[in-house]
């Protein structure tokens, strides 16, 4: 079955070590998205790719990087410069279009 | 720019009883809404859409949404909720921003079942 294929589920970091995560998708869909999750807060968006070789800052970008060298594949990596990187990291997917997303199931994140 | 609000942060109701979740939206043009639920520690999944046509729109898991463009609402309901319909749940609002498909989310709305 296609979908969207988040790892690790539970990831615990030291403070000052850079981490990464994990986005594949088997949907064939263009565009990919990370989104950040805080109680209270909602759905914050920090990257999104259109395209291979391509992809734009969201509205929380700083301290966090990312690369799309596959269609199928979006890494996020949450540097040392993340001040508060203790979170939920939702990855999501959808084809050119349609604007409804496919998500993960999420990676969280503990800074310990 | 568009944004979305959902008033309610948390709602309680009994098992068969019925259920409404409210979404306020503000954007210019027609928008494109959308509801989703999240259960505890899992992604979100797509209830329904809505893009035009019909206002009253039909989900999974026996939701259904209505767009009302003169309040600017787009509330979820469902006439009789089930235990495991207990979950967050979140209204959004998409439009073309540079072309780019923007999407905002609302804060989201939990749901508690009780018996």
């Known amino acids: 079955d296609g979908g969207i294929t988040q790892s690790p589920k539970y990831l615990f970091r030291k403070e000052g070590q850079n981490v990464t995560l994990s986005c594949e998708q088997n949907l064939n869909h263009d565009a990919m998205y990370w989104y950040r999750q805080d109680p209270g807060q909602g759905l914050r968006l920090i990257y999104y790719s259109q395209i291979v070789n391509d992809f734009q800052k969201g509205d929380i970008a700083e301290g966090y990087s990312v690369s799309r060298e596959k269609k199928e594949s979006f890494p996020l990596t949450v540097t040392s410069a993340q001040k508060n990187p203790t979170a939920f990291y939702l990855c999501a997917s959808s084809q050119e279009g349609n604007y409804g997303y496919t998500f993960g199931s999420g990676t969280r994140l503990t800074v310990v | 720019a568009q944004s979305v609000t959902q008033p309610d942060i948390h709602i309680t109701v009994s098992e068969g009883a019925s259920l409404e979740l409210r979404c306020n939206y503000s954007?210019?043009?027609?928008?494109?809404l959308f509801w989703y639920v999240q259960s505890p520690g899992q992604g979100l999944q797509l209830l329904l859409k809505?893009?035009?046509?019909?206002?009253l729109v039909q989900g999974i898991k026996g939701f259904e949404a209505e767009f009302k463009r003169s309040q600017s609402s787009f509330n979820l309901r469902k006439p009789s909720v089930h235990w495991s319909d207990a979950a967050e749940y979140f209204c959004a609002v998409a439009a073309n921003s540079g072309g780019y498909q923007k999407v905002t989310f609302g804060i989201g709305t939990k749901l508690q079942v009780i018996p």
């Open positions: 809505y893009f035009s046509g019909d206002t």
């Open positions: 954007y210019g043009a027609t928008p494109y």
